[in-house]
């Protein structure tokens, strides 16, 4: 069974940094493509980014509300994907979620807020 | 940027058929994908590349594809169906995802 578990939400406060985790289980995580997914309160789905695999070049894409804030990062040794968002800014409070497409994980809640 | 568009609401009453449309230009060459989202939960993936149904999702659910549309429809609609459809898919080079803005189904 296919478990992405994410960790790491919280408050912070404008300008700030945060860093999210999700641990993998049940797949192949090395030969998966990973993305971050959020969703602000209220409103829709919003794709953030995705980190392909080695084997694939390993390329992150992002969003261009995020990009050059947050990076993207993996560790298949761990079976980690990660999320470091930087100059946090309160349009970023929303839930992140990491998925790999057919799955998504119970999502992790971060709240930029003075 | 590249956009999806669905209608915001959708109503039917139990046990007719809903369908939820999806509009972007790239639709005709990439696949779309729908999730259903219920209040406070992950979104659940009903249907993938415009027309397969995940196991365990009920045959009431299908997908089809005319040219910069996809439908979602969902026959013999049950009150538990209720909640929020998203479609998703990609832009035309394939490196960025994007997804509808959502459509709330509606069991009268």
């Known amino acids: 069974e296919v478990q992405l578990v994410e960790s790491g939400g919280g408050l912070v406060k404008p300008g700030g940094s945060l860093r999210l985790s999700c641990a993998a289980s049940?797949?192949?995580?090395?030969?998966?493509?990973m993305n971050w997914v959020r969703q602000a309160p209220g409103k829709g789905l919003e794709w953030v980014g995705r980190?392909?695999?080695?084997?694939?070049?390993?390329?992150?894409d992002y969003a261009a509300p995020v990009k050059g804030r947050f990076t993207i990062s993996r560790d298949d040794s761990k079976n980690m994907l990660y999320l470091q968002m930087n100059s946090l800014r309160t349009e970023d409070t929303a839930v992140y979620y990491c998925?790999?497409?057919?799955?998504w994980g119970q999502g992790a809640l971060v709240t930029v807020s003075s | 940027s590249y956009e999806l568009t669905q209608p915001p609401s959708v109503s039917v009453s139990p046990g007719q058929t809903a369908r939820i449309t999806c509009s972007g230009d790239?639709?005709?060459?990439?696949?779309a994908h729908w999730y259903q989202q219920k209040p406070g939960q992950a979104p659940v993936m009903v249907i993938y590349?415009?027309?397969e149904r995940p196991s365990g999702i009920p045959e009431r659910f299908s997908g089809s594809s005319s040219g910069t549309t996809v439908t979602l429809t969902i026959s013999a609609v049950r009150a538990e169906d209720e909640g929020d459809f998203y479609c998703?898919?990609?832009?035309?080079?394939?490196?960025?995802?994007?997804f509808g803005g959502g459509t709330k189904l509606t069991v009268l």
């Open positions: 998925t790999i497409l057919l799955d």
């Open positions: 049940g797949f192949t995580f090395s030969n998966a493509w």
């Open positions: 980190i392909k695999t080695k084997a694939d070049g390993g390329t992150i």
């Open positions: 790239a639709l005709p060459k990439r696949y």
């Open positions: 998703h898919s990609a832009d035309s080079t394939g490196s960025y995802w994007v």
């Open positions: 590349k415009d027309n």
